[in-house]
């Protein structure tokens, strides 16, 4: 049973149009993350938030943006899909720990976006 | 720097047959966290284990068990009777205290065949 979900599971779209990937989860988790993760499997984080109204950028330059204006949800963004964005998209909860660093993440399945 | 190496892209094993996946990390702090995740073909990451730089026992989870030694900076996984439900992506990764940022290692593949 997820308490993270992901939407769409798989998108294929033209160059140009603009894509939003959707991410809810049901924990009441704070700390949200976007991951991109290429062919070679690598995992980048591209986004992350604190909690509502607060969105970061991650260690990978990424094209996309976010929004946190509810808890539960974290949509990403890209206004100009190109073929250079065809990844796998993994999205990503934690509750704040006793210490922060310790965080054990709840991963949805993931969207894989194509654009052609 | 963080960083985490996972040497080995790719492993084959038969059922049964014993299998460790290894992980190296650098980082210049103390105090920090090591993770190992589980990405089955589904696609969702699956956490295994998260383990502080202060505690350097063994641990032992059924089939899984785990070998942190700081003196060399490593932290593999061994899945012992491996089983083709084992067959996944297993991802290494660091923490340092106060960053809530994960870094991962670039994944190990492991097929178990029947």
């Known amino acids: 049973e997820a308490d993270i979900y992901q939407t769409p599971r798989y998108l294929v779209i033209g160059t140009g149009k603009k894509i939003t990937l959707e991410c809810s989860q049901t924990m009441g988790h704070d700390k949200m993350y976007w991951y991109q993760q290429d062919p070679g499997m690598e995992l980048h984080l591209i986004h992350y938030s604190y909690g509502v109204n607060s969105t970061e950028k991650g260690d990978l330059s990424s094209e996309s943006t976010v929004s946190r204006i509810r808890t539960e949800h974290f949509p990403l963004t890209l206004e100009s899909a190109r073929p250079s964005h065809t990844s796998q998209y993994l999205c990503?909860?934690?509750?704040?720990?006793?210490?922060?660093?310790?965080?054990?993440?709840?991963f949805g399945a993931g969207s894989r976006l194509t654009v052609l | 720097a963080q960083k985490v190496t996972q040497a080995q892209t790719e492993i084959s094993v038969v059922e049964k047959e014993d299998v460790t996946l290894d992980c190296v990390y650098e980082t210049r702090d103390t105090t920090y966290y090591l993770f190992w995740y589980k990405q089955p073909p589904s696609g969702e990451l699956v956490f295994l284990i998260r383990?502080?730089?202060?505690?350097?026992q063994n641990e032992i989870s059924g089939r899984y068990s785990w070998n942190f030694q700081k003196s060399t900076s490593s932290f593999n996984f061994t899945i012992t009777a491996s089983q083709v439900v084992d067959s996944a992506v297993y991802f290494c990764?660091?923490?340092?205290?106060?960053?809530?940022?994960?870094?991962f290692g670039t994944g190990t593949r492991l097929q178990v065949f029947p």
């Open positions: 383990r502080n730089s202060f505690d350097e």
């Open positions: 990764a660091l923490s340092e205290l106060n960053t809530d940022k994960l870094i």
């Open positions: 990503a909860s934690s509750e704040i720990q006793f210490s922060s660093g310790a965080n054990v993440l709840t």
